[in-house]
């Protein structure tokens, strides 16, 4: 047996160059025989030898030269792909650092610090790599290992996203749970201080007032408490109404038509002198036209003992226990004037509150209950006007009078601001009063003076 010698060993660049010879003899050799007339036609040595270097020559050229540059751009997808994976991981631990700062984390900032160092250190070894031209023997390998570093990364900033996103839900929850508790505390502060008007209301400090120390002054008292009920239940109707989607805009101008108002707030004076309007209508009638007692045979006694009844009761007691009295008429019947069928329909979506009233009964609705509080000191005021001797008289403004501070209150101060020096009455929102020799100013809002042509 031969021994084999050390070049019988072929190398790769041999080999492949082996084979190629290989197929090009079999080339060759398939096609250098040709039947020419039924006879077999064989090329020279020489001419195969000729073709031979030109296939050795050229073939051999072109196919290292394809060969290579395959090789070399499937070696760069690999790196770049290397690359994107490591800005991946780079930008995922960035992220893992600022989601440890947020609550602090003093682990988790150095571990993240430390993954982000990590992670430039293999970009500046693929930079190296690249310069060096170093790159993966088994490109289809790495690419499919980067790919999946990359995706890896991609899942983790996601999932820190999630996490740092569930933080500020619960962060914001715990805001809107301390700033609903916030305004529980406001609406309960709100109530004691509506709650204290409304005690202010039942007049302690008349308790001890006697028919023959009754005085201006004490009418003054009872009226502006009057006003602040009226008022309250103006906001509980607004705010009915906004919720009910009313054009408030539309409503005022309805009650008051073609005013200018100097601020926009300033509309719900609209409502209150409708309000007042309604509620002060036959003031100036004993029991407001709901009995008919003899004026020459006027009892200033018994208005003043009414007075003095009603004042420290709650109206729904009253009501309750006197159900037949003139002041439970009078609820009755300015709370139907008061409120039109469409206009509570629309307020409330029914008509159960009006159809509870009409049958002799009273609802127990927020509501109805500040409509009565509201009608109660209205009441009260009419009481104490027929306490006196004279009895006080009721009076308002026309539209398009001259404004005069004997007479006149403006509820806006806005009005004086302007660089108008007159000003008239656009409607009266709370009616004035005269007792005896004294006058108590009605409270109007103005517009600017406009001289007739």
């Known amino acids: 047996m031969d021994s084999v010698k050390p070049s019988a060993v072929p190398t790769p660049a041999k080999s492949r160059l082996a084979r190629t010879f290989a197929k090009v003899l079999h080339l060759r050799m398939a096609t250098g025989v040709a039947p020419v007339d039924g006879n077999q036609k064989v090329k020279s040595e020489d001419n195969v030898s000729e073709d031979l270097n030109v296939v050795g020559k050229g073939g051999m050229s072109l196919s290292f030269d394809k060969d290579e540059e395959l090789e070399n751009k499937v070696a760069l997808e690999a790196l770049l792909a290397k690359l994107f994976a490591c800005v991946s991981s780079v930008k995922a631990s960035y992220a893992q650092l600022q989601y440890a700062q947020s609550p602090y984390d003093a682990d988790g900032i150095q571990a993240a610090d430390q993954m982000v160092v990590s992670e430039l250190m293999s970009l500046s070894e693929l930079k190296q790599c690249y310069l060096k031209k170093q790159f993966d023997p088994s490109p289809e390998t790495a690419m499919l290992s980067a790919e999946i570093q990359e995706q890896k990364s991609v899942v983790k900033t996601y999932e820190i996203m999630r996490k740092k996103l569930e933080s500020q839900l619960r962060l914001k929850d715990s805001e ?3 700033l609903r508790e916030k305004l529980e505390e406001e609406k309960k502060q709100n109530r004691l201080i ?10 302690h400090v ?10 201006p002054s004490h009418f003054v008292t009872v009226l502006r408490h009057a006003v602040k009920s009226i008022r309250s239940f103006v906001r509980l109707m607004v705010e009915e ?6 054009d408030i805009d539309a409503a005022a101008n309805a009650i008051q038509p073609s005013v200018v108002y100097w601020k926009d707030d300033h509309k719900c004076f609209s409502f209150e002198s409708y309000v007042c309007r309604q509620m002060f ?16 045979k006027m009892d200033h006694q018994l208005f003043f003992r009414q007075f003095m009844e009603l004042k420290s009761v709650k109206p729904k007691e009253f009501l309750a226990q006197k159900p037949k009295s003139t002041f439970a008429k009078f609820c009755h019947v300015k709370y139907l004037r008061l409120l039109n069928p469409k206009l509570e329909s629309s307020l409330f979506g029914n008509l159960t509150q009006r159809n509870t009233v009409n049958a002799g009964e009273f609802p127990s609705s927020t509501f109805f209950s500040s409509f009565t509080e509201m009608a109660k000191r209205v009441w009260l005021l009419h009481c104490l006007a027929f306490s006196f ?17 004997v007479y006149m209150e403006s509820v806006a101060d806005e009005v004086f601001l302007s660089p108008e020096s007159d000003h008239q009455v656009a409607f009266t929102v709370v009616p004035g009063f005269r007792i005896d020799k004294t006058v108590i100013q009605c409270q109007v809002y103005l517009s600017p ?3 007739k042509r």
């Not at 008349?206 to 005085?215: C, E, K, P, R």
């Not at 109404?241 to 009313?246: A, E, F, H, L, P």
């Not at 209508?281 to 020459?296: C, E, I, M, R």
Request: hydrophobic share 30%.
């Open 176 to 178: 809107l749970i301390f």
């Open 194 to 203: 509506e709650k204290r008007l409304n005690q202010s209301g039942q007049l």
């Open 206 to 215: 008349l308790d001890n007032l006697h028919h023959s120390g009754l005085s």
């Open 241 to 246: 109404m906004k919720y009910n989607s009313w």
């Open 281 to 296: 209508d036959a003031f100036n009638y004993p029991n407001f036209s709901l009995s008919f007692p003899d004026k020459k």
């Open 389 to 405: 001797d004279p009895e006080a008289s009721i009076f308002q403004v026309s539209k398009g009078s001259r404004f005069s501070e």
């Open 449 to 451: 003076f406009q001289t």
